[in-house]
């Protein structure tokens, strides 16, 4: 068997099976040619989008391992599983518990364990794979192509050329005639397989900075199952907390399921928590969010907590005032919020340094203001409190509730061109202005709008029906420039 896929104009073989290559195919050669060596060949059309999901959910299989998991190619996984054995009756014991695991999950895979990188893949790719001891690093790469040093194909044609043709060619030659012909690279790799130049493994997801897991000798399916072992968990993370002096900020919790398949489930808070009960509720209201997409199937037999992302915990002495519980409380509420309806469910108010008005304040994601390390809670808070107000030197009657964004054109008729309108006519409605206070001049600011835009002259009105508008006058009148323009930006209470 074989899957083949177009490059180019040419239909070539992408992957095949053991027994194809036994017949003598390799990948890269044409369709029609491999038909004409092996009559009974059952070509298949690859996919690569499919291939690439596979390795992906594979990646967060072995994270059951080692947290240190990296995709390698379009078929391969690195695992860095140093301090990771012990947990798993050693080296051996390992590769072999990872291979047959595959295995039962209908995957055939080659695996090896060594010293470095660079040997790992070349007794997996090229040899018969195990356990390879860091003395017999020059005795299982001697045998093997100079390709299982992952070398490209133009440096591989040019060393086979010179009867170069196994790493072992390369041991007796001296270095520095062969770094001229054919370049660093051929050295570079072989000082990797053998160690001498160090390679880490850069793992595909971040690592966690704390986790406890659970292996269940019996599944668990249902919810509070998993809620009481997420508190569990969240209790043997306090300490590791207490003793760095930090809160968790970005919490996953990642349920193994026994038929392979992982689910990541994340939920940030507003304030750095300890308080395993806090946690729990946060992912209680994640797992009623992802209900229909969490399919437990046969149950999950690990369950692990991780801490993404942490922050300093500030203890707050509680007096006998309830100033603090109900922050704390708003801060639960925001959380279970946005754990629950996704985090553009609830938006806070944020004063960015601007005095023009549609910039003066600006509506974000909670979630984002806690990713940003920005206090959502305090902010929350603030916008409740009665002695909460924005950081003007203007108060709160100098501004309509409602602003129109964008402002909306007006006709008006002044008395004198520089002076406030009399009358005004906006949306087909004529009004008779018998009040204003005025002007108030706001600036452009010309590192966004320009040096050349007009600025505002704004006038706070009243027509003879009692109702309040706020209006501006955009430039000034000049002989050489075109009229002003007059707006209706919002209107008071």
């Known amino acids: ?79 860095d599983i140093t301090g990771c054995t012990h947990l798993h009756g050693g080296e051996r014991a390992l590769l072999d518990g990872v291979l047959s695991s595959l295995f039962a999950l209908g995957i055939e895979a080659r695996g090896a364990i060594s010293s470095s990188v660079g040997l790992s893949w070349a007794a997996a790719h090229f040899g018969d794979g195990g356990v390879i001891d860091p003395d017999a690093a020059r005795e299982t790469l001697a045998p093997l192509p100079v390709a299982a040093l992952r070398l490209p194909e133009e440096v591989v044609g040019p060393l086979g050329r010179v009867g170069l043709k196994t790493v072992g060619d390369l041991f007796p030659l001296p270095r520095a005639p062969l770094a001229r012909r054919f370049g660093p690279l051929p050295l570079l790799r072989l000082d990797q397989a053998l160690g001498l130049e160090d390679e880490p493994v850069s793992p595909r997801l971040p690592v966690p900075m704390l986790s406890a897991e659970r292996r269940l000798f019996d599944t ?143 509506l974000v994601s909670v979630r984002d203001l806690w990713e940003d390390g920005g206090a959502a809670a305090e902010t929350l808070a603030a916008s409740t409190s009665p002695e909460g107000r924005p950081p003007s030197s203007l108060s709160l009657g100098d501004r309509p509730l409602r602003l129109f964004t964008p402002p909306e054109p007006v006709e008006t008729v002044a008395g004198v061109p520089e002076d406030a309108p009399k009358t005004f006519r906006w949306r087909r409605s004529f009004h008779r202005i018998t009040r204003t206070e005025g002007p108030e001049r706001i600036a452009a600011e010309w590192w966004i709008d320009g040096e050349d835009h007009p600025s505002r002259d704004y006038f706070r009105v009243e027509d003879d029906a009692g109702r309040r508008y706020w209006l501006f006058r955009e430039g000034i009148y000049r002989d050489d420039a075109a009229l002003p323009r007059w707006f209706i930006h919002g209107v008071f209470a």
């Not at 180019?8 to 036994?22: C, K, N, P, Y």
């Not at 990948?27 to 092996?38: D, F, N, S, W």
Request: aromatic letters at 6%; charged letters at 30%; one cysteine or more.
């Open 220 to 362: 668990v399916r249902s919810e509070d199952d998993i809620l009481a072992l997420a508190a569990h968990l969240a209790g043997t993370l306090r300490e590791g907390l207490e003793r760095r002096g930090e809160g968790g900020r970005l919490f996953a919790l990642l349920l193994f399921r026994v038929d392979g398949r992982v689910f990541r489930i994340h939920a940030a808070t507003s304030t750095p928590l300890r308080d395993p009960h806090r946690i729990a509720l946060v992912f209680r209201e994640r797992l009623a969010a992802v209900h229909d997409d969490l399919d437990a199937g046969y149950g999950f037999e690990i369950v692990r907590l991780c801490v993404l992302r942490s922050e300093v915990f500030e203890t707050v002495q509680e007096g006998f005032s309830a100033r603090t519980d109900a922050d704390r409380s708003l801060s639960a509420f925001a959380e279970r919020v946005v754990a629950r309806f996704g985090p553009e469910s609830l938006l806070a108010v944020t004063l960015p340094e601007s005095h023009v008005p549609e910039r003066a304040a600006r």
């Open 1 to 79: 068997m074989a899957f083949a896929g177009r490059s180019g104009t040419a239909v070539q073989i992408a992957f095949l099976d053991r027994e194809a290559e036994r017949t003598g195919l390799r990948k890269g050669q044409g369709v029609t040619e491999a038909r004409a060596i092996c009559p009974s060949l059952d070509v298949l059309p690859a996919d690569p989008a499919a291939d690439r999901t596979l390795l992906e959910a594979l990646a967060d299989w072995c994270d059951r391992y080692t947290p240190l998991v990296a995709l390698d190619g379009d078929d391969g996984l690195h695992l």
